[in-house]
């Protein structure tokens, strides 16, 4: 477990960093500092393993104050990823990652070996163990600095904005990841971003802090997002919360319809109504796009397949949550969201206007609920 008591970091100009932060970390949990430049979450994150010194307050780590710890040694045993990476250029990536093994103590042959094992953990080709990392792509170079982080296998894991540096495809891959690792390693996690969309994705409980380093609110992302603690958070949710929200809302009763596919071989004897769409699959089911009538006449008239549908919209995978079957259904061409399987294949449809009418009914058994609750206790209290 990690508190902050009443922690105060002010710089000799007088400006105040972080203000009066009271905030306790559960063990195991993976907790998101979010905010805009300047709010004192990356301040906050590095006080933890004492890379700041705060003015005030108190930093307990299971109950030991890190002020009383050796700061080497607290380092050493907090696992560290920044932005870039951060990795030696003059050191292959086996022995980047082994660097705070052999600094405890472990032998190199030793520390290799178990670099080699966390490589892999973390997605890695062990083939890239003896590149450097110029001859890394930014991503790899990331995830060898969680590597790097979680060789030494450190409970706690500090993660400062690291995949703000690479595109938004690898940044996803990265974020994917990291959900996948923690749910295997289970480490107390305490990870910097100023993207909402990171910290919703990834949190179990999201830090939102503000203006002169004050904490606005501390709290699920669900509920974050459901019900701001200011306005501030607020603001900076964004006005489209409603609509991360439904990350949250499970899509297990949207009823799942039967999907019309035809496969290449069957496009000579396809037939189409205007404006009737039917979806492309290959020899597996597995989505390629939409075509339409038009798009059939084309490929009789010699047209490539490719060249004649129109790109699918994003996939929704059976069984998960409210935002992604509405999101495949509003990104489609055909306006009919694609429900798959874990192989990739199609096994239905979802319709945009049907998933609204679940998220209504879902929202009137909640209010129902917290009615009865509210006048049950009224009628306690009463009593």
């Not at 990291?178 to 990171?198: G, P, S």
Request: contains cysteine; glycine residues 10%; charged residues 20%.
């Amino acid at each position: 477990m990690i508190t902050f008591e009443n922690i105060t970091k002010t710089y000799p100009d007088g400006t105040t960093a972080v203000d009066s932060l009271d905030l306790v970390i559960q063990p195991h949990s993976f907790t998101v500092f979010v905010g805009p430049s300047g709010c004192g979450k990356t301040t906050s994150m590095r006080m933890i393993n004492r890379m700041i010194a705060p003015t005030s307050g108190v930093i307990t780590v299971d109950g030991r104050n890190i002020a009383d710890a050796d700061a080497v040694k607290l380092r050493r045993g907090i696992g560290y990823v920044i932005q870039s990476a951060g990795l030696l250029p003059h050191r292959s990536v086996v022995d980047n990652v082994a660097t705070v093994p052999v600094l405890n103590g472990q032998s190199r042959r030793a520390a290799r070996k178990a670099a080699l094992e966390v490589l892999e953990r973390v997605g890695l080709d062990p083939a890239l163990a003896s590149r450097y990392p110029a001859q890394l792509s930014g991503g790899q170079q990331q995830r060898v600095g969680v590597a790097r982080a979680l060789a030494a296998d450190p409970p706690i894991l500090l993660m400062d904005e690291p995949f703000s540096a690479v595109d938004p495809v690898v940044r996803e891959d990265l974020q994917t990841e990291m959900l996948r690792l923690q749910a295997d390693l289970k480490k107390t996690i305490v990870f910097v971003t100023h993207d909402i969309d990171e910290a919703v994705r990834l949190g179990d409980h999201i830090a939102v802090f503000g203006p002169q380093g004050r904490l606005q609110q501390y709290d699920k992302p669900e509920t974050v997002l459901a019900a701001p603690a200011t306005s501030f958070v607020a603001s900076f949710v964004g006005r489209d919360r409603g609509y991360r929200g439904l990350s949250f809302r499970s899509a297990q009763s949207v009823t799942m319809h039967p999907i019309h596919t035809a496969t290449e071989d069957e496009m000579s004897t396809l037939r189409l109504d205007r404006g009737q769409w039917v979806l492309v699959v290959d020899s597996q089911r597995r989505p390629l796009g939409w075509i339409d009538a038009t798009g059939v006449e084309k490929v009789r008239g010699g047209g490539s397949l490719d060249e004649s549908t129109a790109a699918g919209g994003s996939l929704f995978l059976e069984g998960g949550d409210l935002r992604q079957a509405l999101d495949s259904a509003i990104s489609s061409p055909s306006g009919i969201g694609v429900a798959v399987d874990s192989s990739g294949a199609a096994v239905g449809s979802v319709d945009g206007a049907e998933i609204l009418e679940n998220l209504a009914v879902q929202r009137k058994s909640e209010d129902e609920e917290r009615n009865r609750h509210h006048f049950g206790a009224a009628g306690n209290d009463a009593q």
